[in-house]
């Protein structure tokens, strides 16, 4: 089968030829969601230790478990790009790509001969997505920015903590990612265009900061209608009342969104607080504002006196929006997970299986799907040669020379 199937049925990028000039998360993770459904993904690395990702965090047999899932359905091929013969094979594979995601620093590309003006010669309907942390133009635009700077300056690190501490991060690299997302679907976007309205292709041109200030909500014009300063405030999501997180009698958290009128209602008939249930004042959410601290310190003293199952049975019966903080335990055994593919079983090279993240979103009719792990270090580039033209012997100089 090949990986532009899945069962059989032709995934929904099956024939799309896209390279990765990427490493670490925002260009890797944009290709890997292009190729779990379906897209031919080749991966351009360094011969010295390629992507850096392949030593992050958990390793197994020296190799880190997130390459495994990071890199999972690409096609991993070696260049140097600092060798003329290197870039010139690179340069080949681009010139049969519809699409190019990189997250090099802006210029670092121009200086090796492979920038946007040259690359759309050798390939007018080429789409080049360019991740970084500033964008493309602009007085920034030169500087090393990490998801982290992106977090920043998008505005997610300031409201995110409680008041009285520090900013704090997600605990994952999730302005790298949501870039990624806006990469995928802004290259998306520009193939819809050149098939439908023809002409040649385009930059995407995303900045980690943009990104993640693209999903700031109401900030701006909260500010600039009200000089409103959004702060960091916890768990809680003011004028939005009851939601928060909760310790049960067990110590477990449960998370309880009860801020729609009818099911804060329902709730404070099911924790037997009638009087609540029927207050007008409470009726909506800026009544229930108002009096939050009463609600929330109600809340923690009846979560406090029971244990996490009783809470989230007598919320269940209630139809109260919530769910216990899950772990990565919590999630393996969860019947939602398993319904829903969520938890795969995967082969490593070595023959270990191991459970990697499922495949979002699900499409009825063309589901993605993993078709193999994370590759070795250039464990395609005798194959990529070979389909561009290189015969054994000028693989075997490419090689000799340091090319590849």
Same mark, same amino acid.
């Given at each position: ?131 970084? @942390?500033? /964008? *493309? ?10 998801? =982290?700077?992106? %977090? $920043? #300056? ?44 023809? @002409?040649? /292709? *385009? ?10 200030? =693209?999903?700031? %909500? $109401? #900030? ?185």
């Amino acid at each position: 089968m090949s990986e532009g199937q899945k069962n059989g049925v032709q995934k929904p990028l099956a024939g799309l030829k896209v390279v990765e000039l990427g490493t670490l998360i925002a260009g890797p993770f944009c290709t890997r969601i292009m190729g779990e459904f379906g897209a031919e993904v080749v991966k351009v690395e360094s011969p010295d230790g390629g992507d850096p990702l392949r030593k992050w965090r958990k390793l197994h047999e020296g190799t880190s478990l997130w390459w495994a899932v990071q890199g999972r359905n690409k096609k991993s091929v070696t260049a140097n790009l600092k060798h003329p013969e290197g870039r010139e094979f690179v340069r080949k594979l681009i010139a049969e790509a519809d699409i190019l995601v990189e997250n090099f620093r802006p210029g670092v590309l121009e200086k090796l001969g492979l920038g946007w003006e040259t690359l759309k010669v050798d390939n007018p309907g080429l789409v080049m997505v360019r991740l970084s @942390g500033f /964008g *493309q133009t602009g007085p920034y635009k030169d500087q090393p920015g990490f998801g =982290a700077v992106g %977090e $920043s #300056m998008g505005g997610l690190r300031y409201i995110t903590g409680f008041p009285d501490r520090p900013p704090v991060r997600t605990g994952i690299s999730i302005g790298d990612s949501i870039a990624a997302l806006w990469g995928a679907i802004g290259a998306l976007m520009a193939l819809r265009h050149k098939e439908v309205n023809g @002409g040649a /292709g *385009q930059v995407v041109d995303v900045a980690l900061y943009e990104a993640v200030f =693209a999903m700031m %909500e $109401s #900030m701006v014009p909260e500010f600039d209608v009200f000089g409103f300063v959004r702060e960091r405030t916890g768990n809680i999501m003011p004028g939005i009342t009851p939601s928060n997180t909760h310790t049960t009698k067990d110590g477990k958290h449960v998370t309880i969104g009860a801020n729609g009128d009818a099911i804060f209602r329902r709730f404070m008939l099911a924790i037997g607080r009638d009087d609540l249930a029927d207050d007008p004042s409470l009726a909506d959410n800026a009544g229930r504002d108002a009096r939050r601290d009463e609600i929330y310190s109600l809340i923690d003293g009846w979560c406090a006196g029971l244990e996490e199952t009783e809470v989230l049975a007598t919320l269940a019966r209630a139809e109260v929006p919530s769910s216990r903080v899950y772990s990565a335990i919590d999630m393996f055994s969860d019947p939602q997970f398993i319904a829903r593919q969520m938890i795969e079983l995967a082969t490593l090279p070595d023959g270990k299986t191991l459970r990697v993240p499922g495949i979002v979103p699900k499409l009825s009719e063309t589901p993605g799907g993993t078709e193999w792990l994370g590759p070795a270090l250039g464990a395609h580039t005798d194959e990529i040669l070979g389909i561009l033209g290189y015969d054994a012997v000028a693989i075997a100089g490419l090689r000799a020379t340091g090319a590849v």
